[in-house]
Nanobody, 128 residues
Framework: QVQLVESGGGSVQAGGSLRLSCQVS????????IAWFRQGPGEERGLVAL????????YYPESMKGRFTISKDNAKNTVDLQMNNLAPEDTAMYYC?????????????????????WGQGTQVTVSS
């Protein structure tokens, strides 16, 4: 069973940056799809970015391209999310999620239903 612990959330003013980190234990990042989701007040939990541990390919929904960058560190077994030029609408709880790859050729899911393991979340608050 993969365990995930998020860190790095906090409060920041609009235009600022934050770097979130997801510490993975119980399995190797390289054997998993790791994704960051977020859920704002009254909103559905939606994908921010994902990375395929095997190979390192990443994917961002169109609305997330340009300001968010996902990266992994196999040695530390972590997946980070760099967030730049933050806006108040980025205020949300950010969650790390994982799904073990059964085959190298597997693709990573883009919806929350495709992930089996979740962290507790880290709050990001952006003030104007």
């Amino acid at each position: 069973q993969v365990q995930l612990v998020e860190s790095g959330g906090g409060s920041v003013q609009a235009g600022g940056s934050l770097r979130l980190s997801c510490q993975v234990s119980g399995d190797s990042v390289s054997r998993n799809c790791i994704a960051w989701f977020r859920q704002g007040p009254g909103e559905e939990r939606g994908l921010v970015a994902l990375i395929k541990g095997a190979g390192g390919n990443s994917y961002y929904p169109e609305s997330m391209k340009g300001r968010f960058t996902i990266s992994k560190d196999n040695a530390k077994n972590t997946v980070d999310l760099q967030m730049n030029n933050l806006a108040p609408e980025d205020t949300a709880m950010y969650y790390c999620a994982a799904r073990t790859l059964r085959r190298y050729s597997d693709t990573c899911a883009v919806t929350r239903n495709g992930y089996y393991s979740w962290g507790q979340g880290t709050q990001v608050t952006v003030s104007s």
